[in-house]
């Protein structure tokens, strides 16, 4: 299971961990770029996001917040690819 796949299992998982998880699986890319660390950032914040929206609110709010959080996730993946 390679880094990828890890986070989104974690963004699957949502919980108050996961945020620590995702920042230690992401900090081998964080010197890259400035765009990349930038990218990484805009991710955690939204994973952040997401774990307040599924303890704190409706479930009909629970896709949106997650779906954002796999795009971050996607932008990451093609920054390092390019």
Same mark, same amino acid.
């Given at each position: 299971? *390679?880094?990828?796949?890890? #986070?989104?299992?974690? /963004? =699957?998982?949502?919980?108050? $961990?996961?945020?620590?998880?995702?920042? +230690? %699986?992401?900090?081998?890319?964080? *010197?890259?770029?400035?765009? #990349?660390?930038?990218? /990484? =950032?805009?991710?955690?914040? $939204?994973?952040?996001?997401?774990?307040? +929206? %599924?303890?704190?609110?409706?479930?009909?709010?629970?896709?949106?917040?997650?779906?954002?959080?796999?795009?971050?996730?996607?932008?990451?993946?093609?920054?390092?690819?390019?």
């Amino acid at each position: 299971m *390679d880094c990828f796949e890890r #986070i989104e299992a974690l /963004i =699957d998982a949502a919980s108050a $961990d996961a945020i620590d998880r995702a920042r +230690v %699986l992401l900090d081998q890319f964080d *010197d890259k770029s400035q765009t #990349i660390a930038q990218a /990484i =950032d805009d991710f955690l914040l $939204d994973l952040m996001t997401l774990v307040f +929206v %599924l303890e704190n609110t409706p479930e009909m709010f629970h896709y949106p917040a997650r779906r954002l959080a796999h795009l971050k996730l996607t932008r990451v993946r093609l920054l390092l690819a390019s």
